[in-house]
């Protein structure tokens, strides 16, 4: 199975002066369709077998089985069927594993995978109603229902990722993306969105929203720690709350070598982990290990690293765990989620998309993954191959 292309919109921030107030999620992702379509205008839409879309919370216009809607709304034929799916931030990337396993049975030659997330209109636990005996058996610990609670929870178990480092590495984020955004690189991948608001108009969103240009550790050291008392998760060293779409769109390689469609990169395999719910930022690590076990591969096989950024701290633990050094300028190199964002569910094909912007610029790396640890205790890692690759040494 193969990556063609993929895009997303800018992201936004969440909340009634986000620049995606007044924007529809199900507007957002058929913008993204309709981008993957015009950029590869050799493939008749007819072709496409699945469109399969995540959303994490799944009601009002991130309801009724997006994946559908999206389509019919995107103008794709009424043939093309689609489905919504949730594995909550790690929703795009189970569209693209997902579908991808067709793909690989022969179910499908192309599909269409991605997520949206309007985290504004439909905030994180929004119309959930967890079972009390999560809490009364003692099956999980209450704070694992908190997201930035088991940032802290994760603290605790590694201590020696200290807030400083954790200021530090968001810092370094924000300085990357800024200096990729500067070259041009990230504009690459955006499909500029019509935005209205009540009291400024119309608008065209063209660039990401939550950056924080000129951001340094000393600029992030006295902000408030919301999860705990003289904690260390706070607003500068975890991604915001965001509103953005994503998508791209896989084949079967054959299938895109007849229709002369690009391959941006190979899927070699995948793994999910459950881990503790109270500390589910770990979950990449036993996704990774188990995916590099099942791919016989290993840590030193890796040549580039796209790892979510939902805390600071989760992405340290990891790097920890493998002997990465932090400042390590294959993990992450235009920044990531605590920069531009983290519209929970469309994560996973932004992170999938410059992996293989990376790839076609770094011919002398072979494997590269994209990892991201996901709500209420897991962990998701894909490892791809770079079709660009050159026998060189990574």
Known sequence: MVFVDGVRTPFGKAGPKGMYAETRADDMIVKVI????????????????????????????????????AALLAGLPKSV?????????????????????????????????????????????????PNPRFVSDKLVDP????????????????????????????????????????????????????????EHGWGLATTDEPPRPGTTEES?????TPFRPHGRVTPGNAAGLNDGATGCLIADEDSAAELGLPVGMRLVGYSFAGVEPEVMGVGPVPA??????????????????????????????????????????????WGGAIACGHPLASSGVRLMTQL??????????????????????????VIWENPHYNGGTQ
Not at 364 to 378: A, E, H, K
Request: proline share 5%.
């Open 34 to 69: 309709r981008e993957l379509l015009r950029r590869q205008p050799d493939l008749p839409p007819e072709r496409i077998d699945e469109v399969a879309i995540a959303a994490t919370t799944q009601i009002g216009d991130q309801g009724l089985t997006i994946g559908r809607t």
């Open 81 to 129: 069927p689609g489905f919504a799916i949730d594995r909550m931030c790690a929703g795009a990337m189970t569209s693209v594993t997902a579908t991808a396993g067709s793909i690989a049975f022969g179910a499908y030659d192309f599909a269409i995978a991605g997520g949206v997330e309007h985290m504004g209109s439909h905030p994180m636990g929004e119309g959930v109603d």
């Open 143 to 198: 704070s694992a229902m908190v997201m930035g609670s088991t940032a802290e929870n994760l603290h605790d178990r590694y201590p020696d990722v200290t807030k400083q480092r954790t200021d530090a590495y968001a810092a370094r984020s924000q300085q990357r993306y800024e200096a990729a955004a500067a070259a041009g690189r990230i504009a690459a991948d955006l499909a500029p969105v019509a935005t209205r608001s009540t």
């Open 220 to 224: 992030l050291y006295g902000l408030k």
């Open 288 to 333: 990774t290990e188990k995916a590099l076990q099942r791919a016989g591969l290993s840590i030193d096989d890796i040549g580039l690293f796209e790892i979510n950024e939902a805390f600071a701290v989760q992405v340290l633990a990891f790097l920890d765990h493998f002997g990465i050094a932090e400042d390590d300028p294959r993990v992450n190199p």
């Open 356 to 381: 293989s912007r990376h790839f076609a610029e770094n011919p002398d790396v072979r494997y590269g993954i994209t990892t991201m640890c996901i709500g209420f205790g897991m962990g998701g890692t």
